[in-house]
Structure formats: C-alpha cells, structure tokens
C-alpha cells in the first residue's frame, strides 16, 4: 500500500491595508482590469474585489463609447 504524506497547510498571511494600498486602488479602479490592480498590490483578486467594496469603490473597467460610423 502506498503511505499518504501529510502535508502541512500553510496558514495565509494577512496584511493590513496601508493608506499607500488604498490609494492605488482607488487610482486604478475603473480604468485597469482587477488582475493588474492586484498584482501591483501583491493580493488576490478577491482580496482586492473585498477591499474596493467595502470603499464604495467600483473596479468594474467602462467601456468606451465609440463614435459611430456616420459621425467619423
């Protein structure tokens, strides 16, 4: 029979939010994808969803409206 080996979970490691964290959140929300704001903050993506909710922030990118074909 084959030994399972137990593996040992490792625990995550919380960091508080700095004022500098909040504040590229906050320049970067709305204008790039939630995957860059939290790779440049070095958190999960979900971290960083939770975060920019409980700041009222929205993080969801905008679409730019185009000019229609007529109006170029």
Known sequence: ?????????KTPIRRPW???DVRLLKGMARKEPVAKIAKALKRTEA????KATNLGV????????RASAKTR
Do not use: H, N
């Open 1 to 9: 029979m084959a030994k399972t080996i137990a593996r040992s979970k």
């Open 47 to 50: 971290a960083t969803r939770q």
């Open 18 to 20: 700095s004022k500098d």
């Open 58 to 65: 929205s993080v969801s990118m905008t679409r730019k409206k």
